[in-house]
Every structure is written in C-alpha cells, then in structure tokens.
C-alpha cells in the first residue's frame, strides 16, 4: 500500500517536472548539481582523509552521530538523542532506529565502534587518530603501550547503544563527532576489499548519497543512496569535476557546465555586485608567530610592540577577499569571540615600548628575517607589515618565501624569528584554537609555553556551562594577544562562492561544510506549489527547508 | 636487429641513472611527505611513516625501490591513500597519451605542409604569412595562448567548452596549444630544408632529365626535407604523450603531465620516480622508433646502425 | 641571403635600452604601492594601468624587462659555454670517454625538465641566481649534444688530426682548433637559446617557482595577469606583448644568422 503510493507520488512529481520542462523554464529537469573540486581526493576512507577535497565529498556519503546546523551547533544525525553522564566523562549515544547502510545492511552502533578503533589502530596509521585521543586509552592504544582494543573507551552496548569514556570531562565532544574521522565504516567491506573499498563498485556508505563512479582525476559522482533513511533529497545527481585552477573553474561555471563555484581574488570586483554572490565567514585564522626562545623576540615589549605597530584595516583592501582583520585569536562565528580582546593599532605605545626594551626609534635592532611560503596573498600581507615596522617603528625587516614543505620542515627544526601560519578549524569549538598554543601541543612553533595559560585551557574545555567558558576562554585570550603575544592574529578568512541563481536551499556554515542533500532548484517551487498541493504533495523544495 | 638489442641494452644504465638521480635528488630536498600545517604528533607520524618504510635509512629505502622496481612495483603513493603508482599511470597516461598522439598529429601534418608551402613559395606573402604565424607560435607561452582562446573560443563565440573532457569537442584547444611550439618548429625546420635541397644539383639534374614536377617534389625534395622533422619528433613525442602540466592544468584535462610539478609539491616520493620513470622509458623508445625510422628512409644509414 | 631583420633589431635595442636604462625611465619604482589606484585600466597617469595592490605596470614592465633579458641572456650563455666544453670534449675524447659522458647526458635529457627546476628552486630559493642556476642546467644538456655532433663531423677533419700528431692538449685542440670553425653554429645555438630561455622563464612562474615577487620578470606578470583576461584585460595584454614580441625579435634574429 504503502509503497504503491510512493510510487504514484514518483510518477506525479516526474510528470510534474515534465510539465515544467515543457513551459520552457530554466533549467531543466535535471536534479543534477555540479561543482569542482580543487583537486584528486586523496582518498575517501573517512579514516584516513585529512585534507578539505576528501571532506567535501565524504560529508555527503557517509552520516555520522551529529552534523552541524547553520550556526554550526551539533544537531542529532545517526544519533537521535545522547545523554551526559559522570559529570561529562561519559557519553552515551542513542542511534535512530531503523538506519541503513546503502546496501540495505541495518546501521548498528558496531560500525561506529569499530571505525573508531580502526582510527585508533597503528596499524591503520591515521594521521587525524590524535582527534579521539580525548577517549579513554586512545591515545594509549594508537601508541602502540596497550596492545587490545578492548580497553580503548569506546563500546557497543547494543545495536543502537554506543557509550563513549572519555579521559576528562570534554564539553565539546558532540562537536567531534561531526567530523569525517568519526564516521562509521563497515567492517566486511574493508576487510574483503582492502585498499580499493573506496572504489564505487565495492564502497557501502550510510549517509544521503552513494559513490556512484570516481573517474580518478577527472571526476567523482554521488547518486542518491536508496536506503537513506533520512529525507530524500531534491538534487540526485552530485558531480564534482576536479579542476584545479580556479579561473579555470570559474569559466566553467559561466559556461554552465558547474552551478557552484569558488570566486578566485580577481575576479570579485566583477561580480560583487551580481545576485549569484555568495560571502560569508570561514573559520580560519591568520597569524604571524615570533620564536620566542631567541632574542630579540624572546623580549615581550618587542613582541608586544611589533603587535601594536601594524595597522590592520588596510588588510581587506590588500587582500581583495573579505578578509576580516582581528587582534585575537578565536574567530568569528565562533564561540567566545571577542573582538574586545587583542592589541589593537597604537603606533606611539609601540614606540615607547620598543624604547623601554633598549631599542628607541629602532635603533640597534638586530637584523631579523619574517619568512612565510610562498604565495600571492602571502606575500601582499608581509610586505605590507614589512612597511608598517618600517613607519610605525624605525625597523627594517628581512622577507623570506620558501616553498611549503620546504618552509614546514623549517618551521619544526628552526623556527625563524617571525613567521607565518594559519590555522583552520576542525571543529568549530575554542578549545580547536585555543589549545594550538598550550604547552601540549605539537603544533606551537613559538617555543611559547605557560603555566596558567594551559591550565585555563584545560579547565574551559571541561567546563559545562557555557558562559563560564567564554569567561576562561576570554582571559585565555588576553594572556595569549594582550599579555604575552607569542603571535599576532592578522586576519580570518571568509569564502568567496558564485552559486546560479535557480539552485536553492544552499546554506552556507563557517567551516564551509556543503551539505547537498539540502539543496533544490527554485523553478519547482516558484512555478509548481498549486499543482503539487492539488495532488496533495508535499513541495519538494519546502520539504528539504 | 641487433642494433636494436644493443640501443636496448645501452638504455639500462641510463634508466638505472635516471631512477638513482632522481632518488637522490628528492631526498636532499628539504622536507617531507607528511609535514604538515597541522603538524602531526610524533607518535602517528612514526606510525605513518613506517608503513612506507620512511623510518630505515636512506639505502635501505633504495634498496627497497629498486627490488619493487625490478619485480614491477612502483610502490604506493604517500598522496592517494591506497592507490599504487602504477594503476595512477595506468588511469592516467592514456589521456595524455591521447592528447599528445593528437597534438603530434597535427603539428606533423600541418607543421611539415606549412613548411614545404612556405619553402616552395620562399619570399612570396604565403611565406610570409606562415613564417610570421610560426613565429608567433613559437613566442607566446602556451599559459597565455590559453588564456585567449578560452577568452575567444567559450566566453566569446561560445563555440568549445573552456575545460574538462567528455567529447572530442573538449579536445580541441588544449590540442592546439600543445602543438603550438612543435607546430611552428616543424614548419620551420621543414622551410629551410625545403630550401636547401631545392637547389641541390640531383635535383636539377632531374628537372633537366625532364622528370614531371610532381615527381620532383614528392621524391626528392619533399623526401629529404622531412628527414630532420624525423628525427627530432622523437623527442617532441615523448614529451607530448607523457603529458604538458601547463595544458592539463588550465583545461582540467585528467593527464600524467601534472604530476611532475603537483607531485614533487607533495613531496610523493614514489609517484615523481614512477612518471619520471615513464618519461625516461618514453624517450628511449621514442629515439628508438627514430632512428628505425630514419633507416627506413634512408638506406645508407641503414648499414651504419 | 636574406634581408637584416632590422625592425627586430631595433626592437631588441630598444628593450635592452628599457632594461639598462629602468631606473631613470620608469616613472614609479617595481615595488611602489600605491592603495588609491588599484587594478585600474591605462591612464594618463598609468600609461599601461596598474596591479593589485596598486603598482605602475609599466614601471614593472620595464624592471621586469632587466630581470626577463638579464636571466635569458646570461643563463643561454652559460650554458652554451659549459655545452660546448662537455659536449666538445666528450666529442674529441675517444669512444669510450664519449659514450660514458653521452649516457651521462642522456640521464639528464630523460629527466623532466621541470622535475630538475624544481628541486633546484627548492634549494636555492626563488631568486635570480636560482632561476639562472635552473635555466643554465636545463639549457646546457641540448648544447652539449648539438656541439659534440659538430665536433664529431670535424674530429677526422685533418687539421684536427694534424693537431692531434703533434700532441696538443684536448684542450687546446677544442679552443684553437675546433670551436673557430664550430663558431657559426654556436652563435646560432645560443640565438634561439636565448628566447626559449625567456620562455621557460615564464613557465617557472606558472608554476609558481619563478623569482619571488616584488621583483618582476616579463614570466613573472604575464603570469600575475593570465587568470585576469576578463577582467582586467590590461594586466595581461602588456606583459605578453613584450614578452612575445621580444621572442619573435630574436627568433627573427637567429633565423637570419642561420640563413647568413
């Protein structure tokens, strides 16, 4: 009965969208979007992709607990509800019932815990395996010290159970659990087909959409996945077309052949003002870092004073791309931003605390070198602060570019005086930023540590009640841009989109996830409502609203 | 046929130069595979790096390469989690592959019929006209002829899509861009040879013998004038079917061309020694086929070789 | 034999005058931003219009002039140098010497001329010197092989084997006796060595490892201006003019000596 309804609806919609087709409106029937990639997916073993290509597709075939909402809370997915307990040490998801895997195999809480100890395993050799070590023994396990799986803290109670021990109370662990990393895999698919489960004919996925064909280095097309559970989405058909040149891409779209596209820097002027323009914030922030185990930056009136001396509002004019210019460090969209925080522009304190620490005017300032790797925008920012210490302090500064893995390998053996990094969010919680810089971390190439910093950091992660942690986080903050100042933020990023005017429903987040399965084409719902309320159903763009 | 054998055999040492150069080389080169913005904590980077084996020394590794290299196995590559080297060539050669046959083809054919025109016809406007054109060929950098005929071709006419391949349409201009350097070498190499041999006595004598011009043209002139074209396609061969990083770039054309810049950027060690590797053997074979060739229009060389 | 190219001659003088001459005729300095006038089309003020963070095109133009010619010029005939010598010697020395040194050659021929620009940009940084060093490398492998098969069509000459009777230095052969009558070819070789030096200049800067902004090279912006066509046309019409002209000059130029 049920089915057969279903498919007189089928019929219905197809005969409708035939209908439309006839009118002669644009576009067409099809339910087919189109975007480009910037390049080859690395891969699309969710355990093993760690750069933004690879998540970009994954994030529409696979489903995890959560997923982001447009404010980028965790909202439930595969989970329907999950409960706190042991004062947040203990996480206990609740699956929705009724979830299938795309070969029609139920969804079980199984999968997830073996993805996760699959992440976890050396033999798997994760790069993003540190991203679960807040799981009890994980870090432990993925070190090779305990041998069994077992004690990780990660376990199936039941079919739709899955408990989670953490090492700490973590507040932001929903958050986590968004992530590609996290999403769960089948244990049979991998085991039978071993490095080539990713390709179409072997992969079984969960979430909306299905590997249809992975054409490597030309194109990857998702189909819609039958037995998503979930709302059936609009668009049924998902090409991504690797295209690594953004001009190149930008052709495409103009030509039709893409309905979404990132907008390279040269190109804006032309289009600011078109109806297609798309800018919105992206949770990635730019930064120059001193090393502060050496002189003369090991002196916090000269760090301090080389913060103050740079004035930040000519940065979006230099940049082109919306940058936002910011003193601290949490970015916006974020919580705990705070623009209060952070030196801002103040040429003569910069003066007089460079005075203080023996270098009036600049004078007898040693001869540093700022080194970054090399790109336009790069380079536009440092020649431009190269500038702003000439004028605002008497110093003249040395520039260095280096190609990247070049710089990078330089960065973790001999960090030069004053360089640049950026840093975007994998979740899109403080701790992801903040914790960049604590003691514990790898990934601080100031040789800036503190005592009181990370134990705020550590507490604020603990924490539960929100405006306590933006309370910590803030004071964090001051300590790390006002007080000690082993960086400078610069500025964070915003993305830059061209998408046509008939494709709708596309809701743009600051970690700039592009879910498809909530997008539609406007001439079913501009030309199609009367229709499809006399046949009594429901308006395919509403539904997916 | 044994000279072949003996051209195959000298070949091996070079290969074998090629693949220790080349190792070398990448792994004086400051840093590596996995360094990262996100730098990865000591542990999983020990973990990632002794699943390629990056952890035993320097010999070792090499030692490692070649035994693979010997038994056929390119290794995997640190990029494309899972992929092998050699099924990367194998998805990808062939579009270059295509894309270069079809760029030879036509700076060939079109390069060797411009040059005997505009050598027949040296100092009249056809010479001038196709000598000027070669030039330009020859001068503008293919990024920029690219970014013109994208500019002319889909923006403006509307006539080729501007990217991507799907039909023999996509083909079209980044063909002509690949064959716009050899295209107007070719033409020219084919000019002066035209010229310099339509002098020579055997020629006249022919004339004289009063053998019809068509005979002249085809048999002696045009013959010999194509030789040197012959012996320096090899080269331009090999290099257009192992595919151009600037045409496969801007065109988004899925070739093995990119990966001799995109992979040494990533630092994947085993992917530049496997292109390089196809590039050398490329070559090789490419000056192989050249030289049969060339003993095949000449029978005096044939001796020789 | 054919008519002096005059018109490309007065053309290249005229580019190596703008290259020496940069500092006095540039109306603004390479690197002198100025945020008032972005991406703005020709003006009066801007005869060629400016970049993007508000650089004078022309004055960029006519420094990146010095740097494009400098580095064609230099690294063509460096190369030519160190061809002639490796490849001279390789072709005077006996079949043995020669074959080793020709397979060595030959593993330079089969590596992909990026693959080696690459690394050496790596290392030494994106600066003239580095650029240089890469071109000459790149260059050279071609001249050896065209010089050495000159010398083996003069090796049985009997001046040469005279020379070599009266027990002179491979040298000395290769300097006194050789390379005078190899002169004409070398002369050519290094004509057209110079603008596909300018043109695999421009390439490094595609790919992103040409010399490091602010200093320009003809590569450098036509590289900078490529993507911008459509919208800002100028940014990518001058760059290429001078640059494509400039290769046509001196093609014009080698094809005449060829012809000579």
Same mark, same amino acid.
């Not at chain 1, 779209?253 to 323009?277: C, G, H, Q, W």
């Not at chain 2, 861009?177 to 295209?183: D, S």
């Given at each position: 009965?049920?089915?057969?309804?279903?498919?007189?609806? =089928?019929?219905?919609?197809?005969?409708?969208?035939?209908?439309?087709?006839?009118?002669?409106?644009?576009?067409?029937?099809?339910?087919?979007?189109?975007?480009?990639?910037?390049? *080859?997916?690395?891969?699309?073993?969710?355990?093993?992709?760690?750069? #933004?290509?690879?998540?970009?597709?994954?994030?529409?075939?696979?489903?995890?607990?959560?997923?982001?909402?447009?404010? /980028?809370?965790?909202?439930?997915?595969?989970? *329907?509800?999950?409960?706190?307990?042991?004062?947040?040490?203990?996480?206990?998801?609740?699956?929705?019932?009724?979830?299938?895997?795309?070969?029609?195999?139920?969804?079980?809480?199984?999968? =997830?815990?073996?993805?996760?100890?699959?992440?976890?395993?050396?033999?798997?050799?994760?790069?993003?395996?540190?991203?679960?070590?807040?799981?009890?023994?994980?870090?432990?396990?993925?070190?090779?010290?305990?041998?069994?799986?077992?004690?990780?803290?990660?376990?199936?109670?039941?079919?739709?159970?899955?408990?989670?021990?953490?090492?700490?109370?973590?507040?932001?662990?929903?958050?986590?659990?968004?992530?590609?990393?996290?999403?769960?895999?089948?244990?049979?698919?991998?085991?039978?087909?071993?490095?080539?489960?990713?390709? %179409?004919?072997?992969?079984?996925?969960?979430?909306?959409?299905?590997?249809?064909?992975?054409?490597?280095?030309?194109?990857?097309?998702?189909?819609?996945?039958?037995?998503?559970?979930?709302?059936?989405?609009?668009?049924?058909?998902?090409? =991504?077309?690797?295209?690594?040149?953004?001009?190149?891409?930008?052709?495409?779209?103009?030509?039709?052949?893409?309905?979404?596209?990132?907008?390279?820097?040269?190109?804006?002027?032309?289009?600011?003002?078109?109806? *297609?323009?798309?800018?919105?914030?992206?949770?990635?922030?730019?930064?120059?870092?001193?090393?502060?185990?050496?002189?003369?930056?090991?002196?916090?009136?000269?760090?301090?004073?080389?913060?103050?001396?740079?004035?930040?509002?000519?940065?979006?004019?230099?940049?082109?791309?919306?940058? /936002?210019?910011?003193?601290?460090?949490?970015?916006?969209?974020?919580?705990?931003?705070?623009?209060?925080?952070?030196?801002?522009?103040?040429?003569?304190?910069?003066?007089?605390?460079?005075?203080?620490?023996?270098?009036?005017?600049?004078?007898?300032?040693?001869?540093?070198?700022?080194?970054?790797?090399?790109?336009?925008?790069?380079?536009?920012?440092? $020649?431009?602060?190269?500038? $702003?210490?000439?004028?605002?302090?008497?110093?003249?500064?040395?520039?260095?570019?280096? *190609?990247?893995?070049?710089?990078?390998?330089?960065?973790?053996?001999?960090?030069?005086?004053?360089?640049?990094?950026?840093?975007?969010?994998?979740?899109?919680?403080?701790?992801?930023?903040?914790?960049?810089?604590?003691?514990?971390?790898?990934?601080? $190439?100031?040789?800036?540590? #503190?005592?009181?910093?990370?134990?705020?950091?550590?507490?604020?992660?603990?924490?539960?009640?929100?405006?306590?942690?933006?309370?910590?986080?803030?004071?964090? $903050?001051?300590?790390?841009?006002?007080?000690?100042?082993?960086?400078?933020?610069?500025?964070?990023?915003?993305?830059?989109? /061209?998408?046509?005017?008939?494709?709708?429903?596309?809701?743009?987040?600051?970690?700039?996830?592009?879910?498809?399965?909530?997008?539609?084409?406007?001439?079913?719902?501009?030309?199609?409502? %009367?229709?499809?309320?006399?046949?009594?159903?429901?308006?395919?763009?509403?539904?997916?609203? | 046929?044994?000279?072949?054998?003996?051209?195959?055999?000298?070949?091996?040492?070079?290969?074998?130069?090629?693949?220790?150069?080349?190792?070398?080389?990448?792994?004086?080169?400051?840093?590596?595979?996995?360094?990262?913005?996100?730098?990865?904590?000591?542990?999983?980077?020990?973990?990632?790096?002794?699943?390629?084996?990056?952890?035993?020394?320097?010999?070792?590794?090499?030692?490692?390469?070649?035994?693979?290299?010997?038994?056929?196995?390119?290794?995997?590559?640190?990029?494309?989690?899972?992929?092998?080297?050699?099924?990367?060539?194998?998805?990808?050669?062939?579009?270059?592959?295509?894309?270069?046959?079809?760029?030879?083809?036509?700076?060939?054919?079109?390069?060797?019929?411009?040059?005997?025109?505009?050598?027949?016809?040296?100092?009249?406007?056809?010479?001038?006209?196709?000598?000027?054109?070669?030039?330009?060929?020859?001068?503008?950098?293919?990024?920029?002829?690219?970014?013109?005929?994208?500019?002319?071709?889909?923006?403006?006419?509307?006539?080729?899509?501007?990217?991507?391949?799907?039909?023999?349409?996509?083909?079209?201009?980044?063909?002509?861009?690949? +064959?716009?350097?050899?295209?107007?070498?070719?033409?020219?190499?084919?000019?002066?040879?035209?010229?310099?041999?339509? !002098?020579?006595?055997?020629?006249?004598?022919?004339?004289?013998?009063?053998? +019809?011009?068509?005979?002249?043209?085809?048999?002696?002139?045009?013959?010999?004038?194509?030789?040197? !074209?012959?012996?320096?396609?090899?080269?331009?061969?090999?290099?257009?079917?192992?595919?151009?990083?600037?045409?496969?770039?801007?065109?988004?054309?899925?070739?093995?061309?990119?990966?001799?810049?995109?992979?040494?950027?990533?630092?994947?060690?085993?992917?530049?020694?496997?292109?390089?590797?196809?590039?050398?053997?490329?070559?090789?074979?490419?000056?192989?086929?050249?030289?049969?060739?060339?003993?095949?229009?000449?029978?005096?060389?044939?001796?020789?070789? | 034999?054919?008519?002096?190219?005059?018109?490309?001659?007065?053309?290249? @003088?005229?580019? @190596?005058?703008?290259?020496?001459?940069?500092?006095?005729?540039?109306?603004?300095?390479?690197?002198?931003?100025?945020?008032? @006038?972005?991406?703005?089309?020709?003006? &009066?003020?801007?005869?060629?219009?400016?970049?993007?963070?508000?650089?004078?095109?022309?004055?960029?133009?006519?420094?990146?002039?010095?740097?494009?010619?400098?580095?064609?010029?230099?690294?063509?005939?460096?190369?030519?140098?160190?061809?002639?010598?490796?490849?001279?010697?390789?072709?005077?020395?006996?079949?043995?010497?020669?074959?080793?040194?020709?397979?060595?050659?030959?593993?330079?021929?089969?590596?992909?001329?990026?693959?080696?620009?690459?690394?050496?940009?790596?290392?030494?940084?994106?600066?003239?010197?580095?650029?240089?060093?890469?071109?000459?490398?790149?260059?050279?492998?071609?001249?050896?092989?065209?010089?050495?098969?000159?010398?083996?069509?003069?090796?049985?000459?009997?001046?040469?084997?005279?020379?070599?009777?009266?027990?002179?230095?491979?040298?000395?052969?290769?300097?006194?006796?050789?390379?005078?009558?190899?002169?004409?070819?070398?002369?050519?070789?290094?004509?057209?060595?110079?603008?596909?030096?300018?043109?695999?200049?421009?390439?490094?800067?595609?790919?992103?490892?040409?010399?490091?902004?602010?200093? @320009?090279?003809?590569?450098?912006?036509?590289?900078?201006?490529?993507?911008?066509?459509?919208?800002?046309?100028?940014?990518?019409?001058?760059?290429?003019?001078?640059?494509?002209?400039?290769?046509? &000059?001196?093609?014009?130029?080698?094809?005449?000596?060829?012809?000579?």
């Amino acid at each position: 009965m049920h089915g057969a309804r279903l498919r007189l609806r =089928f019929a219905l919609c197809f005969g409708l969208v035939l209908l439309a087709a006839c009118s002669g409106r644009e576009p067409d029937t099809r339910r087919e979007v189109r975007l480009a990639l910037a390049g *080859e997916p690395p891969t699309l073993d969710p355990g093993l992709a760690t750069d #933004n290509v690879s998540h970009s597709v994954l994030i529409n075939l696979f489903e995890g607990l959560t997923e982001f909402d447009a404010d /980028l809370r965790p909202i439930p997915a595969a989970a *329907e509800s999950w409960e706190v307990l042991d004062g947040g040490r203990v996480y206990l998801f609740h699956l929705k019932p009724g979830l299938r895997w795309s070969d029609g195999r139920p969804l079980s809480a199984v999968d =997830f815990e073996y993805a996760w100890k699959r992440l976890l395993d050396p033999i798997t050799a994760s790069e993003y395996a540190y991203f679960l070590f807040d799981v009890e023994n994980a870090a432990e396990y993925n070190r090779g010290e305990i041998k069994s799986p077992s004690a990780v803290g990660v376990r199936a109670l039941s079919d739709l159970d899955l408990e989670v021990r953490l090492v700490r109370p973590t507040a932001y662990f929903p958050s986590l659990t968004t992530f590609v990393v996290t999403f769960p895999v089948r244990r049979d698919v991998i085991e039978d087909h071993g490095k080539l489960w990713t390709e %179409p004919e072997n992969m079984i996925t969960n979430g909306p959409y299905v590997l249809e064909t992975w054409d490597h280095e030309y194109r990857v097309v998702l189909g819609l996945n039958p037995n998503y559970a979930g709302r059936r989405p609009f668009v049924e058909r998902v090409t =991504f077309y690797m295209v690594e040149v953004e001009a190149t891409a930008l052709s495409l779209y103009e030509t039709n052949d893409l309905e979404m596209v990132k907008l390279p820097p040269e190109a804006i002027s032309a289009y600011r003002d078109s109806e *297609e323009f798309v800018r919105y914030p992206f949770l990635r922030g730019t930064y120059y870092g001193f090393n502060v185990k050496k002189a003369p930056f090991n002196d916090v009136r000269v760090r301090r004073a080389f913060a103050l001396a740079i004035d930040k509002s000519k940065l979006p004019e230099i940049l082109q791309g919306g940058e /936002l210019p910011a003193n601290s460090w949490v970015p916006k969209g974020m919580l705990a931003y705070n623009p209060g925080v952070g030196l801002a522009f103040d040429p003569a304190r910069a003066r007089a605390l460079l005075a203080a620490a023996g270098y009036p005017e600049g004078r007898g300032f040693p001869e540093v070198t700022a080194v970054f790797n090399t790109t336009p925008e790069n380079l536009l920012v440092a $020649q431009y602060l190269q500038s $702003q210490w000439k004028k605002n302090l008497g110093i003249e500064i040395g520039l260095d570019n280096m *190609e990247w893995k070049f710089y990078l390998s330089r960065l973790s053996t001999d960090p030069p005086p004053i360089f640049r990094l950026g840093w975007g969010a994998d979740f899109p919680d403080p701790d992801n930023f903040m914790s960049l810089f604590a003691g514990w971390s790898g990934v601080n $190439q100031t040789g800036w540590s #503190n005592a009181g910093y990370d134990e705020i950091i550590r507490r604020a992660a603990q924490e539960t009640a929100t405006v306590t942690r933006i309370e910590l986080y803030d004071r964090a $903050q001051r300590i790390l841009c006002e007080e000690e100042v082993p960086i400078i933020p610069l500025y964070t990023s915003t993305v830059n989109m /061209l998408v046509k005017r008939y494709l709708r429903g596309f809701v743009p987040n600051a970690m700039d996830i592009r879910y498809m399965k909530g997008l539609y084409y406007r001439h079913t719902r501009a030309g199609l409502p %009367p229709l499809f309320r006399w046949a009594g159903l429901p308006n395919p763009g509403e539904a997916v609203r | 046929m044994k000279a072949i054998l003996v051209r195959l055999l000298l070949a091996i040492p070079v290969l074998w130069g090629v693949v220790t150069i080349t190792f070398l080389m990448l792994r004086v080169t400051p840093g590596g595979p996995f360094d990262r913005e996100k730098v990865l904590p000591p542990e999983i980077k020990r973990n990632v790096e002794a699943q390629y084996h990056l952890d035993k020394p320097l010999w070792a590794q090499y030692g490692l390469y070649v035994k693979g290299l010997l038994e056929g196995d390119l290794g995997p590559s640190y990029k494309y989690v899972g992929r092998d080297v050699s099924r990367i060539i194998a998805d990808t050669f062939p579009i270059s592959a295509t894309l270069g046959f079809l760029a030879f083809a036509f700076s060939l054919s079109v390069g060797i019929a411009t040059g005997i025109v505009s050598g027949l016809r040296a100092g009249k406007w056809e010479d001038h006209l196709i000598s000027g054109l070669a030039s330009v060929g020859f001068s503008v950098p293919s990024f920029v002829l690219a970014a013109f005929l994208v500019y002319i071709l889909s923006h403006w006419l509307h006539l080729l899509p501007p990217a991507l391949i799907g039909s023999w349409k996509h083909f079209i201009m980044p063909t002509l861009v690949l +064959a716009a350097g050899p295209t107007a070498y070719i033409a020219r190499l084919t000019r002066a040879n035209v010229i310099d041999t339509a !002098v020579k006595d055997y020629i006249r004598s022919a004339r004289a013998r009063g053998v +019809a011009e068509w005979r002249v043209l085809l048999q002696y002139v045009i013959r010999n004038a194509v030789t040197p !074209v012959v012996s320096y396609s090899g080269l331009v061969l090999a290099f257009l079917i192992t595919g151009s990083f600037i045409v496969e770039h801007i065109f988004a054309v899925p070739g093995m061309g990119r990966f001799f810049v995109t992979a040494v950027t990533n630092r994947d060690y085993p992917l530049i020694m496997g292109v390089t590797c196809v590039l050398a053997v490329v070559i090789i074979l490419g000056n192989l086929v050249v030289d049969i060739t060339l003993a095949l229009l000449d029978p005096r060389l044939r001796e020789r070789t | 034999m054919r008519r002096l190219p005059v018109l490309s001659l007065a053309f290249l @003088a005229v580019m @190596a005058g703008i290259a020496v001459l940069a500092d006095l005729i540039a109306p603004y300095g390479y690197d002198a931003q100025d945020m008032g @006038a972005i991406l703005q089309g020709p003006s &009066s003020s801007h005869w060629f219009g400016t970049d993007a963070v508000g650089r004078d095109l022309m004055s960029r133009l006519f420094y990146g002039g010095r740097v494009s010619l400098l580095v064609g010029v230099l690294s063509s005939v460096s190369a030519t140098l160190l061809g002639t010598f490796y490849g001279g010697l390789s072709g005077l020395m006996g079949r043995r010497a020669d074959q080793f040194m020709m397979r060595f050659v030959d593993i330079f021929y089969s590596l992909p001329d990026m693959l080696i620009c690459i690394l050496l940009l790596v290392f030494m940084g994106r600066n003239i010197f580095g650029v240089f060093t890469a071109l000459t490398l790149v260059n050279s492998v071609t001249v050896s092989r065209v010089i050495r098969g000159e010398v083996l069509k003069l090796r049985h000459e009997l001046y040469v084997d005279a020379a070599r009777a009266t027990g002179l230095s491979l040298m000395r052969i290769l300097t006194h006796h050789v390379l005078p009558n190899t002169w004409p070819t070398l002369v050519v070789t290094l004509t057209f060595r110079i603008p596909a030096s300018i043109i695999t200049e421009s390439y490094l800067s595609f790919l992103g490892l040409g010399l490091a902004p602010p200093h @320009a090279s003809w590569g450098v912006l036509a590289n900078e201006g490529w993507t911008s066509l459509r919208f800002h046309p100028h940014l990518i019409l001058f760059p290429s003019l001078f640059l494509c002209l400039t290769v046509y &000059s001196f093609n014009r130029l080698g094809d005449w000596l060829h012809r000579a």
